[in-house]
């Protein structure tokens, strides 16, 4: 009797399928696209934004997305996290929901901490306001950007207002590039409504050197350029006292 007593009041070890499940690597890709890598803690927080930019609409399960509801608070929470220095941003996107695409580009040019945005294969489409609202902007030699008027999809009511609704939406886009770019409207536009190089669309694809000559981007480079600008600017937003002035 004593030793059930014992057995009963000595604490049981848990075996190894028992064990407090902790999230896995594949929870986070299902969850938010990303894994865990193994790295030191970093000051600079890396943003991917691959595929389709997702928005009100959830797109079909064998289309690779980027869902602007996860991207929203991870933005937030940088902002507010002091550990965090310098946001890296990286691109490979073929385009997506157009108010979910500038509300994504509006967020990482609101922030008040160093941005720099790589393309790396393509920013496409709503791609293209993405990629340049951070603080500095960097292209891969052989990625490429489609430049296009937006498009409606689905029913689509055949009144003015419609057409005016999507006129404004169009000059959202463009101001918002030319707000934050070296380009022109006047060659935006030019390349917005060039016919006969898409085959199904009107507009224009550039690539790296092309977007740079335009003043669409800043340079070419890779990843290695934009981590060295981020900490450049990480390095000088260090030495900037409340007052503003470089000590």
């Given amino acids: 009797m004593d030793n059930f007593k014992q057995q009963e009041q000595e604490p049981v070890n848990p075996g190894p399928n028992e064990e407090l499940k902790k999230p896995s690597v594949l929870d986070t890709i299902q969850q938010l696209g990303q894994t865990a890598v193994p790295a030191s803690e970093s000051n600079i927080f890396c943003m991917t934004i691959i595929g389709q930019v997702e928005g009100h609409l959830v797109l079909p399960p064998q289309n690779k997305t980027t869902k602007y509801e996860h991207l929203i608070p991870q933005l937030v929470a940088v902002e507010q996290n ?9 691109l490979n996107t073929v385009g997506g929901d157009v108010e979910a695409g500038l509300a994504i580009a509006e967020m990482i040019a609101t922030l008040s901490k160093p941005t720099v945005t790589l393309v790396l294969g393509g920013g496409h489409s709503i791609g293209v306001p993405i990629a340049v609202s951070s603080d500095f902007s960097i292209i891969a030699e052989t990625a490429t950007m489609t430049i296009h008027p937006i498009r409606l999809n689905g029913l689509v009511i055949g009144v003015p207002q419609t057409f005016e609704y999507l006129d404004k939406m169009q000059e959202r886009v463009i101001r918002f590039i030319t707000s934050h770019s070296e380009i ?24 790296g050197a092309d977007a740079v000559k335009y003043g669409l981007i800043d340079t070419i480079g890779g990843v290695g350029d934009g981590i060295r600008e981020l900490n450049r600017r990480i390095e000088a937003n260090r030495k900037q006292i409340p007052g503003g002035v470089v000590q």
Avoid: A, C, Y
């Fill in 82 to 90: 002091p550990k965090i220095e310098g946001i890296f941003i990286v």
């Fill in 184 to 207: 022109s409207e006047q060659k935006l536009k030019e390349l917005m409504f060039k016919t006969g190089e898409l085959t199904r669309d009107i507009g224009t694809t550039v690539i």
